[in-house]
């Protein structure tokens, strides 16, 4: 008989957030979560930064002007661990289904800086990670600080081996690799819906396409795509001049879907100005003809010529050291993982120079 596979339904959530208001966003969520797990879902996939909002401002106006909208950001952004991933946590614990929740992160240490993050919770209603997006995209860097590789990880699940990244870093071909490299099998990738004016140069619904297609045909793994929509609401509160009204008056542009790991489209994509979700059935089995002929985790690449670094050391203000004492938060697994890198570097160093 053999070994089996993961088999389940995905469902990719498309829908607006109630602007800036956590907790209005956060029983939205919790709703969509319910109606996503009584259509069969074993796993849901939520924009980014559902909660509570995208930073469209800064893309509409002079960033100082968008400083009241950044104040409301971080009175409504989420801790983790807090009451609202507890809450999260507490419905993914009831539906009994796996949740990846986009979130503005805020943490103990400090007002002023934000993290775009992918929260993952299993069906104990456990977190079992929290991805901060490693480079916030053009604008975006006004709004968030930057994540490191210790969140870049893929997790073992019942739905099979599980990662993500937010938006912009799925262009990413190192940081994609680095999930593919280990063994994911399902890809989590969320975005925003962005609004249609006459200023727009840039079809994030095109760039979606490309990506979620790139990823699913390269890692062969199915690609779990969610994006939100940028509502009337929206457009009504941020569009206060004539000229800003030009550029939100249009609607919504983005893309959910769900991909297979041959790149063809198994569900969606939905209409980017509807609310919604689309659900597929997702059979890792499936996986293992489509790496047949192309593995590039594995016999599809040469490794004595091209590989890839992963620096997992969490980034931090202050590491703190006293005489005697528990080195703590795990540095001493690091210094381990450092003495196996510099290891590995020495034992490439020896053997190019017994080549030459």
């Known amino acids: 008989m053999g070994d089996t596979f993961p088999k389940f339904k995905a469902a990719a959530?498309?829908?607006?957030?109630?602007?800036?208001?956590?907790?209005?966003?956060?029983?939205?969520?919790?709703?969509?979560?319910?109606?996503a797990a009584?259509?069969?879902a074993s796993l849901i996939a939520f924009p980014e930064v559902y909660i509570p909002a995208y930073p469209y401002w800064n893309r509409l106006d002079n960033p100082y002007r968008?400083?009241?909208?950044?104040?409301?950001?971080?009175?409504?952004?989420?801790?983790?661990?807090?009451?609202?991933t507890e809450r999260l946590c507490q419905f993914a614990r009831k539906a009994g289904v796996y949740v990846v929740m986009g979130i503005n992160e805020k943490v103990p240490e400090t007002l002023g800086t934000l993290y775009n993050t992918n929260l993952l919770i299993d069906q104990q209603?456990?977190?079992?990670g929290a991805h901060r997006k490693l480079v916030p995209t053009f604008i975006e860097k006004i709004t968030w600080g930057g994540g490191d590789g210790h969140t870049l990880k893929v997790y073992d699940t019942d739905c099979g081996k599980l990662g993500m990244l937010n938006c912009g870093e799925n262009t990413n071909s190192l940081a994609r690799f680095a999930l593919i490299a280990q063994g994911e099998q399902v890809h989590v990738a969320n975005y925003?819906?962005?609004?249609?004016?006459?200023?727009?140069?840039?079809?994030?619904?095109?760039?979606?396409?490309?990506?979620?297609a790139a990823h699913a045909f390269e890692g062969k793994l199915f690609n779990v795509v969610s994006c939100s929509i940028f509502s009337?609401?929206?457009?009504?509160?941020?569009?206060?001049?004539?000229?800003?009204?030009?550029?939100?008056?249009?609607?919504?542009?983005?893309?959910?879907?769900?991909?297979g790991p041959d790149g063809k489209c198994l569900a969606g994509p939905l209409d980017p100005n509807q609310e919604g979700m689309v659900i597929a059935e997702i059979d890792i089995e499936q996986i293992i003809e489509q790496k047949l002929?192309?593995?590039?985790?594995?016999?599809?690449?040469?490794?004595?010529?091209?590989?890839?670094?992963?620096?997992?050391?969490?980034?931090?203000?202050?590491?703190?050291?006293?005489?005697?004492e528990d080195r703590g938060f795990g540095e001493r697994k690091e210094i381990e993982e450092v003495k196996s890198l510099l290891e590995g570097l020495a034992e490439k160093v020896r053997v190019f120079s017994s080549e030459k």
């Open 13 to 35: 959530i498309q829908a607006a957030p109630v602007f800036l208001d956590r907790e209005a966003t956060m029983e939205k969520a919790c709703r969509l979560i319910e109606e």
């Open 38 to 40: 009584s259509g069969g």
């Open 66 to 84: 968008g400083r009241k909208y950044f104040r409301e950001l971080v009175k409504n952004a989420v801790e983790v661990p807090g009451p609202s």
């Open 125 to 128: 209603g456990k977190i079992l």
């Open 192 to 212: 925003p819906g962005m609004p249609v004016g006459d200023e727009s140069r840039y079809d994030i619904r095109h760039a979606i396409e490309i990506r979620s």
């Open 232 to 259: 009337k609401e929206m457009a009504e509160l941020l569009g206060d001049t004539e000229e800003k009204r030009r550029m939100v008056n249009k609607g919504s542009n983005g893309l959910t879907a769900i991909y």
């Open 293 to 324: 002929q192309h593995d590039i985790a594995g016999h599809y690449n040469r490794f004595d010529v091209l590989s890839l670094n992963l620096n997992r050391r969490p980034q931090r203000a202050i590491w703190e050291m006293h005489a005697g």
